[in-house]
């Protein structure tokens, strides 16, 4: 098969070889792990922590005589995520056995879905750090089994397995090859890890392995036919997989800037060197031997089923971020900082209601996002809640407190200090809206300084130094408005 190039080079994303430039051409496949408490084919846990092999059936332990029984609820997560990719959903789809030999797959051969699989062609809009867009298509979906996991290195002599993986549920994702850069490519999987989290298909943990990506690599001179690609497999952070590609763009262009030429191939990539690594010559399909499971009939969908899945589907990001810009009036930065975690844009939700919703986003990305992410926590592990939020906001709506003030309640917040307003009261920081007060301190400091009121009269813009007199007499507590009013009218300036 030829996959089309949908997108013309773009010079900004060419890299410079010894000999010219080149343009990176990258396709992804993602395993994601579907969320669900029972596996693909058998009854036994999901789990993550549990003892080696404590989650195995005998269905996944591969027992003569064993028969798989399809999971209908995977079967529903992996329609809802091809629903929530706009992707075509095939009413009838069927399972294959994909051949091999591996310690880990006990079945000798991994039921996966080849020629028809549940899900066709969609798409994604993948958002770029200084917010344009691009559109990555959607191949396909298909379900499949996970494989069990060897353990090397708990016995100088021995391997050891655990099945506790086998069996659960994979949904591989398959893109077409539009991306043309390493950011590209991790904005592609966040975008794609955001979705499946909305939808709640996937928990989207890259940690866990939950979420991992097979990253086919290739090179061309712009405007030249494909190149050959190596694929480089599971990979699982963001920052490895930019690194991968990085590292086997430069590979690949080197060797054919020296005349070679690439050798179709899998290959690892090595997080401590930064490096790839041949793992094996890639195999073609046929050398899987694959053919339908005799012991599964052909999975056939009720139109009408799809049709309740569909309406039941959340909001899904891209919605959700034309919303907050449109009821709240956000920035589309704000908007999508704060769409892209569901977590966070109900946090901000939570915290807008009946509140100043720019103040609430600002607060929220400026302070609170930047604070969690030196904590290295997520908004759920906050600890501000979203109505805390909402009161530090009231205060400086009702003029109790100024913004700067509020910079400072806020740190008494996040050290555990309790409700802003509480905190407000305990350390006396109400902001001085008294014109008593701040006359009289306004008039102390201009009778200090005559020299400088009598400069202020030809030099207005001067006012700046007398309104920072009286904040620091006042502990920044006066109300920065009725400092200005006041010091114009004593010095005459309009
Ligand atoms: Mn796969």
Redesign the pocket.
């Known amino acids: 098969m030829t996959l089309l190039d949908n997108r013309p080079s773009d010079p900004a994303k060419l890299i410079e070889g010894r000999t010219g430039p080149w343009e990176i051409i990258l396709g992804l496949?993602v395993?994601a792990q579907v969320a669900s408490k029972a596996k693909l084919f058998s009854g036994a846990a999901v789990g993550f922590g549990a003892g080696p092999n404590e989650q195995v059936s005998l269905v996944d332990a591969a027992m003569p005589g064993m028969l798989p029984v399809i999971n209908r609820y995977c079967v529903e997560q992996a329609v809802r995520t091809g629903l929530g990719l706009q992707a075509q959903i095939n009413a009838w789809s069927r399972f294959d056995r994909k051949n091999y030999f591996y310690p880990d797959l006990p079945q000798g051969y991994?039921i996966?879905q080849f020629k028809d699989p549940i899900v066709g062609e969609g798409e994604i809009t993948v958002e770029r750090d200084d917010g344009s867009t691009f559109v990555v298509r959607i191949e396909r979906l298909?379900l499949?089994q996970d494989a069990g996991k060897s353990i090397h290195d708990l016995d100088p002599d021995w391997t050891y397995v655990d099945l506790n993986r086998a069996g659960t549920a994979?949904m591989?994702i398959v893109s077409r090859p539009d991306m043309r850069s390493s950011d590209e490519a991790a904005a592609y999987v966040k975008k794609l890890r955001t979705i499946l989290r909305y939808l709640g298909t996937c928990d989207g943990d890259m940690e866990k392995g939950n979420l991992r990506a097979?990253v086919n690599v290739s090179v061309r001179r712009p405007g030249g036919d494909l190149g050959t690609r190596c694929e480089i497999k599971n990979v699982n952070s963001y920052r490895y997989i930019q690194q991968a590609i990085e590292y086997e763009a430069r590979r690949q262009i080197e060797i054919l800037e020296e005349g070679g030429s690439i050798a179709q191939e899998t290959r690892l990539f090595d997080p401590t060197k930064g490096e790839t690594r041949s793992m094996r010559s890639k195999e073609e399909a046929h050398d899987y031997r694959y053919f339908p499971d005799p012991d599964l009939l052909p999975l056939e969908l009720d139109e009408a089923w799809i049709a309740a899945i569909k309406a039941g589907l959340p909001e899904l990001p891209d919605a959700k971020m034309a919303r907050l810009q449109a009821q709240y009036g956000l920035s589309a930065y704000d908007a999508r900082v704060l769409a892209i975690d569901i977590a966070r844009a109900d946090f901000f939700e939570r915290a807008a209601e009946g509140r100043d919703a720019k103040l609430v986003a600002n607060w929220t990305t400026n302070n609170l996002l930047a604070r969690l992410a030196e904590a290295g926590l997520d908004i759920d592990e906050s600890p501000i809640p979203a109505r805390d939020i909402a009161g530090l906001v009231k205060l400086i709506e009702d003029g109790v407190i100024s913004s700067k003030i509020a910079k400072e309640v806020f740190e008494h917040m996040w050290a555990g200090e309790g409700e802003p307003a509480a905190i407000v009261e305990a350390r006396g920081l109400v902001q001085v809206t008294d014109t008593g007060a701040i006359e009289a301190a306004v008039d102390a400091i201009i009778a200090a300084n005559p020299d400088k009121a009598e400069a202020v009269k030809t030099r207005p813009q001067a006012i700046g130094w007398f309104v920072g007199q009286v904040m620091r007499e006042t502990g920044g507590k006066a109300n920065p408005a009725a400092v200005n009013d006041i010091l114009k009218a004593r010095l005459g300036v309009e």
Do not use: G, N, R
Request: glycine share 0%; proline share 0%.
């Open positions: 496949e395993h991994q996966s298909h499949e994979l591989e097979d």
